[in-house]
């Protein structure tokens, strides 16, 4: 069964509203969680670490006032596309692992993923 | 950067063999994984190898990993209709801790 699970699967919202997609870990401890976006018919782009309890790691392009990442427990990871506008429509998926940095354990297991669209 | 490639399409008729390669220029990945994405879906594991292994089998799927020449594959065996999806590889490299996807093969199984 899921491992991981991401809530909601879809949503649609207006522009310069808020969104906010929800990632938790079943079955074990996610001290990592790991945010990627997809774009149709691409691969994923990773977009943040998150460690819990400590801020998230942007990857170089990715403006982190515009996609704020709470990780406070180690269940649950948090994205959240703020002013969403119509070119943030896309497909974003966390994963999760126990472990961080040289410690990680892996496999990574993901979520079914969000399909945003914003109006 | 690291870097991860693979193939962006094969096609087999159902009941062969399909053989999907991926390369990568990470040496100090650890673990390379196959994930495999259903139309609108998340990603599915498949399997996963460790470095220091050069082959694992697991019911249709078999992983090899020339870790000489950076090289990747998933065979899947008696390839069923069901079958039919993007199959991404991915490469955890324990110097970025990170976890670096391909393009993904999308694999069409024909009648």
Redesign the interface.
């Known amino acids: 069964g899921a491992v991981v699970s991401q809530h909601p699967s879809r949503v649609i919202c207006k522009s310069g509203t808020s969104v906010k997609i929800e990632c938790r870990s079943l079955d074990f401890q996610a001290t990592t969680m790991f945010w990627y976006r997809q774009f149709p018919k691409k691969s994923l782009m990773l977009m943040a670490t998150s460690n819990e309890g400590s801020k998230a790691t942007y990857e170089q392009g990715v403006e982190k006032d515009k996609f704020l990442i709470n990780h406070a427990s180690l269940t649950l990871s948090t994205l959240t596309v703020t002013s969403a506008h119509p070119e943030d429509s896309s497909f974003y998926i966390c994963s999760a692992a126990e472990g961080q940095g040289p410690k990680l354990r892996s496999p990574l297991h993901f979520g079914n993923g969000t399909r945003l669209t914003v109006t | 950067g690291e870097d991860v490639e693979q193939s962006l399409f094969l096609s087999v008729r159902e009941g062969d063999s399909s053989v999907i390669n991926c390369t990568y220029t990470d040496s100090s990945s650890?673990?390379l994984?196959w994930?495999k994405q259903e139309p609108?879906?998340?990603?599915?594991?498949l399997t996963?190898i460790f470095s220091n292994m050069d082959m694992k089998q697991d019911q249709r799927l078999t992983v090899l990993l020339n870790k000489k020449d950076k090289h990747l594959s998933l065979r899947i065996a008696d390839t069923q209709t069901g079958d039919s999806a993007i199959y991404?590889c991915a490469c955890?490299g324990?110097s970025s801790?990170?976890?670096?996807?391909?393009?993904?093969t999308r694999l069409l199984v024909r009648p």
């Open positions: 650890t673990y994984y994930y609108g879906a998340g990603l599915q594991l996963y991404f955890w324990d801790y990170k976890l670096i996807f391909g393009s993904g």
